[in-house]
């Protein structure tokens, strides 16, 4: 099965300052439908996750704009130009190319 | 607006059986996959199992297959998880996420199953 890695495991951010999330998998994502279905999402303490973005780079509604996706392949990245405190939980990318789906192992945001 | 009320989490006997109920609203749900969720305590997301609009089409993760039953009834916006010989390794926080074009978009608030003895 594919495998998703993300990096750091652990992320402690400063306020105000800028975060970056690495998320790289074991095959290319690009579906036979030239989308790639790369997705990440947060979950604050004891809440559901929530998709923050959607085919690599496309924000959802009612996401701030200073988180944003890039990459292509088999690299992703995650950013956050500001980190602010509502920001802190754990970051989850996540493959819908392939079956079955999979996730990474998470990243932990806290302030320091 | 999208919601998910996932139910019939609980404490089970290795081995034992549990069937979970996820009730959909805010959208049509005959139109979308959708998906089981799990995690357990303390640890990340796995993705459990999914089932095409009309039920046609149904995967599973390797460590359930055999084991867990994925289902759906439209007439009622309902989706359901019958779990069998259930294993201490099944103890997670089970949620049921709609399935969008791009795909999982929302979730529930998740049942939690505990399988213990």
Not at chain 1, 66 to 87: K, N, P, Q, Y
Not at chain 2, 12 to 25: D, F, I, N, T
Not at chain 2, 56 to 71: A, L, M, Q
């Amino acid at each position: 099965d594919l495998v998703m890695t993300q990096s750091p495991l652990s992320l402690p951010v400063t306020l105000g300052q800028p975060a970056s999330i690495s998320c790289r998998s074991s095959q290319s994502l690009v579906h036979s439908d030239g989308n790639t279905y790369l997705n990440w999402f947060q979950q604050r303490p004891g809440q559901s996750p929530r998709r923050l973005i959607y085919k690599v780079s496309k924000r959802d509604s009612g996401v701030p704009d200073r988180f944003s996706g890039s990459g292509s392949g088999t690299d992703f990245t995650l950013t956050i130009s500001r980190v602010e405190a509502e920001d802190v939980g754990v970051y989850y990318c996540m493959q819908g190319t392939h079956w079955p789906y999979s996730f990474g192992q998470g990243t932990k945001l806290e302030i320091k | 607006e999208v919601q998910l009320v996932e139910s019939g989490g609980g404490l089970v006997q290795p081995g034992g059986s549990l069937r979970l109920s996820c009730e959909a609203s805010g959208f049509t749900f005959s139109s979308y996959w959708i998906s089981w969720v799990r995690q357990a305590p303390g640890k990340g997301l796995e993705w459990v199992a999914n089932i095409k609009q009309d039920g046609s089409e149904k995967y599973y993760v390797d460590s359930v297959k055999g084991r867990f039953t994925i289902s759906r009834d439209n007439a009622k916006n309902s989706l359901y998880l019958q779990m069998n010989s259930l294993r201490a390794e099944d103890t997670a926080v089970y949620y049921c996420a709609r399935d969008g074009l791009a795909g999982i978009d929302y979730w529930g608030h998740g049942t939690l199953v505990t399988v213990s003895s």
